[in-house]
Each structure stands twice: as structure tokens, then as C-alpha cells.
């Protein structure tokens, strides 16, 4: 049973740069795409990008200038940096991997809390 | 972008009640929409995938149908841990987007 963990900092201040790791267990890694997935307290999901084993990423245009994805194929993980955070970007960010064929979510991490609060 | 809407919001049912959720897309998707399921302080579980395909370990009162803009989730009978909130999400382009949710609630 393939699980994902999230692991970072629950609060930051503005202006700081959001750094999150994402470890899988129970499967590996490679010849799968991951993403990041955010939610605002109380409000809907938005998708922060994907990224391939292979270093291939495609992240959604809205925060586009401020991410950064990377994955660590020998550590079974994969991060996440969202530069010049503000009080929008407080949300449980989640790690899922996107299911093969049609493109879906399929395993999910718990999800962290990220506060940014000055 | 595509933009994905979901219909009601909000709905109050009953155990044993037959449920219906609408999800519209801005343009077509095919049948690259996905149904998930969300439980307070949890994350989201995936239902149904590609329109109509039950996701395994999903329970078969579940369903889904449609095609191109107009998408149906279908629970046949309520059951006590369907209570939730619910997202339908489009995976036909990025940026990948989803459905502002359905808030199921017992009556």
C-alpha cells in the first residue's frame, strides 16, 4: 500500500520561502508523476504542479514564478519551494501521486498546515 | 483555464436516500473528470475516475456518468459515512482544476 507523507514547517512569515518534502513508502517512486495540491481553511482544492521522476514538472500558471518542484529518486521523495509567501498562501498543502492513464489522484498525504502569519 | 461547477453547493439528505451531484465544465473535458470525497481534516479520496470508473475499494452505490461539459455523481443509497463533502476535478488539460465542492449534511 503505497503511503505519502508531508513534512515542513507549520508556520512562516511573509516573504519567506515555503520549503515542503513529500516521502513515499510502500512503492517506489520512479515511473510516476506527483503533485501538489493546496486548501485555503474552510475553501476549495488547487493544484500547485506535478512532476515526473524523470525532473519533467508543469506547474499551474497562478503561482507559476514562485515554485520550484524537485524529486530525490535514491531518498523516495519529492519537495516542494513556494518563494515570497504571503497570508493567501496559509493552506494544508497535500502530496498526491497522479494515477496512470487517465490522470487522477489516487494516493494522498494527510496533508500540513502551513500558516503564514507575520 | 477550465473552469469547473458544481451543483448545489450544499444538500441535505437522509440515510437510504438516492443523491445526485452535477459538475459542469467551461469546455469540454471528455471524460477526464474525476469524483473525490472529503472528510473534515482529511485528505481527499478518489471515487470515481475517467467519468464513470469505480475506483477500487469504492463501494458500488456509487457512480458516476457524462460526458464532454455535464458530469453526475450518483450515490444509490445513503449511508452514514457518506456524509462529506464532495469535488469533482478535471485532468483533460492543465492547469488541472476542480469543482468548488458539494457539502453533503444528514437532514
Request: glycine fraction near 8%.
Amino acid at each position: 500500500q503505497v503511503q505519502l507523507q508531508e513534512s515542513g514547517p507549520g508556520l512562516m512569515k511573509p516573504s519567506e520561502t515555503l520549503s515542503l518534502t513529500c516521502t513515499v513508502s510502500g512503492g517506489s517512486i520512479s515511473s510516476y508523476y506527483w503533485s501538489w495540491i493546496r486548501q485555503p481553511p474552510g475553501k476549495g482544492l488547487e493544484w500547485i504542479g506535478y512532476i515526473h521522476n524523470s525532473g519533467s514538472t508543469n506547474y499551474n500558471p497562478s503561482l507559476k514564478s514562485r515554485v520550484t518542484m524537485s524529486i530525490d529518486t535514491s531518498k523516495n521523495h519529492f519537495s516542494l519551494k513556494l518563494s515570497s509567501v504571503t497570508a493567501a498562501d496559509t493552506a494544508v498543502y497535500f502530496c498526491a501521486r497522479v494515477g496512470r492513464g487517465y490522470v487522477n489522484f489516487d494516493y494522498w498525504g494527510q496533508g500540513t498546515l502551513v500558516t503564514v502569519s507575520s | 483555464d477550465i473552469q469547473m461547477t458544481q451543483s448545489p453547493s450544499s444538500l441535505s439528505a437522509s440515510i437510504g436516500d438516492r443523491v445526485t451531484i452535477t459538475c459542469r465544465a467551461s469546455q469540454s473535458v471528455s471524460v477526464y473528470l474525476n469524483w473525490y470525497l472529503q472528510k473534515p481534516g482529511k485528505a481527499p479520496k478518489l471515487l470515481i475516475y475517467a467519468a464513470s470508473s469505480l475506483q477500487s475499494g469504492v463501494p458500488s452505490r456509487f457512480s458516476g456518468s457524462g460526458s464532454g461539459t455535464d458530469f453526475t455523481l450518483t450515490i444509490s443509497s445513503l449511508q452514514p459515512e457518506d456524509f462529506a463533502t464532495y469535488y469533482c476535478q478535471q485532468s483533460y488539460s492543465t492547469p488541472y482544476s476542480f469543482g468548488q465542492g458539494t457539502k453533503l449534511e444528514i437532514k
